[in-house]
């Protein structure tokens, strides 16, 4: 139905406001932010509905709808997810009350093979331990992104220029793990975009970039299989813009602040990642 909206198009993003029949017959959309606009487009839908036949306009009794996929449907119970908090920041260090009021929230999936391996094998006190590529990528490409004010894109592997997670255990009680994590990442895009036709392949040439340092703490109960705490933070200096990322009056360069802590188990933190359908993991049930 969306393919034939305001885009009429297929792939791309969906965004807007639909107005549609119980039976999924498209009769107006737009996606603006102009009120006169979205009235005018209300007024339209509602014209069309007052056409339809009765039996049109009324949800069938014995409806039962169900979504035909959600990304939801890969939700790793038995893993770990986490919360990303990222605001605007005008100085660096962070002065309390010096730093803008957009932030945006997103959500990190890890199942449970993958949380484990931000630990050794066998971990002792004093080990040192490099995080596997496939978890930092994860991080760099589609977490520690530009998206404070709007939607932005993800960076491919290319694109990731240093790529840093060093795991400290600095203390091991029983099944208790404590780990410090400390890092640091360069992502650069520039030109072509390098991650093929999907809903985020955009129509420009791509300049803009992001580096980050990294410092947190968590613990991890090797009994339970779980982390049981997570606290790790990020300033990254950004440059550039992406067409949706609200930067046209910014200046090109610029810091954000992350925040990544556990999510709680509740229907809001169960919220799929941005970029999951192009997260790099064989585990996410697609369409």
């Known amino acids: 139905m969306a393919n034939k909206g305001h885009y009429r198009k297929i792939g791309g993003t969906r965004q807007g406001i639909y107005i549609c029949s119980p039976r999924g017959e498209l009769l107006s959309s737009i996606n603006s932010l102009k009120a006169d606009d979205v009235y005018e487009m209300i007024k339209s839908g509602l014209d069309k509905w007052n056409t339809l036949p009765l039996s049109d306009q009324r949800i069938q009794r014995d409806l039962n709808p169900i979504a ?155 009994g339970i299989e779980k982390f049981t705490d997570f606290e790790m933070v990020a300033i990254g200096k950004r440059n550039g813009k992406t067409e949706n990322n609200g930067r046209n009056n910014s200046p090109d360069s610029s810091y954000i602040g992350f925040l990544f802590t556990m999510a709680q188990d509740k229907p809001l933190d169960r919220i799929a990642p941005a970029f999951v359908d192009i997260y790099n993991t064989d585990w996410i049930i697609q369409p």
């Open 68 to 222: 035909v996929h959600r990304w939801e449907k890969s939700y790793p119970d038995q893993g770990m997810v986490l919360k990303s908090s990222n605001i605007d920041l005008f100085t660096d260090p962070p002065i309390r009350y010096e730093r803008s009021d957009r932030s945006n929230i997103d959500h990190v999936w890890f199942s449970k093979a993958e949380a484990r391996l931000w630990l050794p094998e066998d971990p002792q006190e004093g080990d040192l331990y490099e995080l596997p590529n496939s978890l930092k990528e994860r991080l760099f490409r589609f977490h520690l992104v530009d998206n404070a004010r709007g939607q932005t894109l993800p960076f491919a592997p290319q694109e990731i220029k240093e790529s840093h997670l060093q795991i400290e255990v600095i203390d091991r009680l029983q099944n208790s793990v404590r780990i410090k994590i400390t890092g640091n990442s360069k992502a650069v895009a520039k030109g072509k975009w390098l991650l093929g036709q999907n809903d985020w392949t955009p129509n420009y040439d791509l300049n803009h970039g992001m580096q980050t340092t990294l410092l947190g703490e968590a613990t991890y109960d090797i």
